[in-house]
């Protein structure tokens, strides 16, 4: 069964860099696009980007400027960084796994990690 | 592209016939997911490309549509169907997601 478990810390400091990993058990990280989304709180779900096991990425351009999505292969692990950060980036940050076969949709979710940005 | 659901919320009974709506401000051809999330949860994946039933959901899931317009229909609503919906478009990055329809009892 394929699982996704997500680390990192809950508190990140207003212009400071937010840094999350997603390690993927029971499955390789080969023929699959590994995403993150998040959600503030209250509010509706924000897709942020993806990466592919050969490393191509595509990110949400709000964010561009500011993202890094990788994958590590060899530890079966994907990771996000956002640099600057504002209170507005205070939200639960998923990180998922998407497939060509549906359409990009997302099948194995991470538990979620509740992100807040303040000093 | 954006995408507008409705309703916004809706309150229904177990055992209702439910519709929920996805509206595209471009075509998407089929590029049409569905998610399910409970309170302090991940979304689940319900439907991919607009009406193909993600294994393990129940069969009174379904989707249709193409091109702007799509729906989700729960045959019959049960207890645990009470949750947030939301739609997403993979046709063309950014993925947006709906603003979400909050079904309620």
């Known amino acids: 069964q394929v699982q996704l478990q997500q680390s990192g810390p809950g508190l990140v400091k207003p212009s400071e860099t937010l840094s999350l990993s997603c390690s993927v058990s029971?499955?390789?990280?080969?023929?699959?696009?590994w995403s993150w989304i998040r959600q503030p709180p209250g509010k509706g779900l924000e897709w942020i980007g993806y990466?592919?096991?050969?490393?191509?990425?595509n990110y949400n351009p709000s964010i561009k400027s500011r993202l890094t999505i990788s994958v590590d292969t060899s530890r079966t692990q994907f990771s996000l960084k956002l640099s600057s950060v504002t209170a507005a980036d205070t939200a639960v940050y998923y990180c998922a796994r998407g497939e060509t076969r549906l359409a990009y949709g997302m099948d194995v979710w991470g538990q979620g990690t509740t992100v807040t940005v303040s000093s | 592209i954006q995408m507008t659901q409705s309703p916004s919320s809706l309150s229904a009974s177990v055992g209702d016939r439910v519709t929920i709506t996805c509206r595209a401000s471009q075509t998407i051809s089929s590029y049409l997911n569905w998610y399910q999330q409970k309170p302090g949860k991940a979304p689940k994946l319900l439907i991919y490309v607009a009406s193909s039933l993600q294994s393990g959901v129940p069969s009174r899931f379904s989707g249709s549509g193409s091109g702007t317009d799509f729906t989700l229909t729960i045959g019959s609503l049960q207890p645990e169907d009470f949750a947030t919906y939301y739609c997403q478009q993979t046709y063309s990055a950014p993925y947006t997601f709906g603003q979400g329809t909050n079904l309620e009892i």
């Open positions: 990466i592919s096991n050969t490393g191509s990425t």
């Open positions: 029971g499955a390789s990280v080969r023929g699959y696009y």
